[in-house]
């Protein structure tokens, strides 16, 4: 049975992988936390790219993965072309923020953006946001050191951070020039959910990427015959690895997911 692999940075594509088990109950998962190189987020795309393909090439020829999931906003948008390049043959599915479901979802026509910094300024995010000019008003906001602190499982940190963030990005609500909707631009951000509602209060919807990349993860296995429909030993199983210090992988998977199991140091 071969496994479906999935990469980030850190613990954040943990959300995404959270939204694979759910859609996939009947797949195994290898996942890499590229810990020992965050953050991504205010890394160059050069360095974006060699990560991306190292870990992808390392999934391949350890894991023979029939499927990548690139499980994170900055390494998407600074690699995923030449990832597909690299591996024709290769579903590869990747992320970015959900500013269409946004312009569908906000009654008032203004719409939040939290990433990081290279998501940002990344050519591919500057495209998503063109091809939408005139559709709704975006208010960016850059959350340089969120992700960390979030990947840290610092509350305090963390809750400063999103007061600072939501703080600088003006009026949540759901009257005429207000933020009614909010985009989490990264896959740690889903994890901060109770901090970031203490700056936008209930009303705000927020979207994040993981059950929409879950969804085409489906797709595109069922259109190449990979999808698997029959129970065996594997379902549901996970292999974690970690460039950074397993044993936190290890808890945020327990803390996050519910998943009580050994995570791998990783050399590469």
Request: charge should be neutral; charged fraction near 20%; hydrophobic fraction near 40%.
């Amino acid at each position: 049975m071969h496994p479906i692999g999935v990469f980030d940075s850190g613990l954040g594509g943990l959300s995404v992988l959270r939204a694979l088990r759910a859609e996939l109950p009947l797949e195994r998962f290898v996942y890499v936390a590229d810990s020992g190189h965050a953050p991504y987020g205010e890394r160059d795309d050069d360095y974006l790219i060699h990560r991306s393909g190292t870990i992808s090439r390392w999934l391949q020829s350890q894991h023979q993965i029939k499927a990548l999931v690139v499980a994170c906003n900055t390494a998407t948008a600074a690699a995923i072309h030449v990832l597909r390049a690299e591996h024709p043959g290769l579903p590869i599915i990747g992320i970015e923020p959900a500013l269409k479901p946004a312009v569908a979802a906000s009654q008032t026509g203004v719409i939040g953006v939290m990433a990081t910094p290279s998501t940002l300024k990344s050519e591919k995010f500057q495209r998503l946001l063109a091809s939408l000019q005139g559709q709704a008003r975006f208010v960016l906001q850059p959350c340089p050191g969120l992700a960390l602190a979030i990947e840290q499982l610092d509350a305090t940190k963390t809750g400063a951070a999103c007061a600072t963030f939501t703080g600088a990005m003006g009026t949540f609500g759901t009257q005429t020039g207000e933020m009614d909707t909010l985009v989490l631009g990264c896959t740690h951000y889903p994890f901060a959910e109770s901090p970031l509602r203490m700056g936008t209060g209930d009303k705000v919807r927020y979207l994040e990427g993981g059950a929409p990349v879950a969804r085409q993860t489906r797709r595109l296995l069922a259109k190449a015959d990979l999808l698997q429909t029959q129970e065996s030993p594997d379902a549901g199983r996970i292999d974690f690895h970690s460039t950074g210090d397993p044993q936190t992988l290890a808890r945020a998977a327990e803390h996050w997911l519910g998943i009580s199991d050994t995570a791998h140091e990783l050399r590469i």
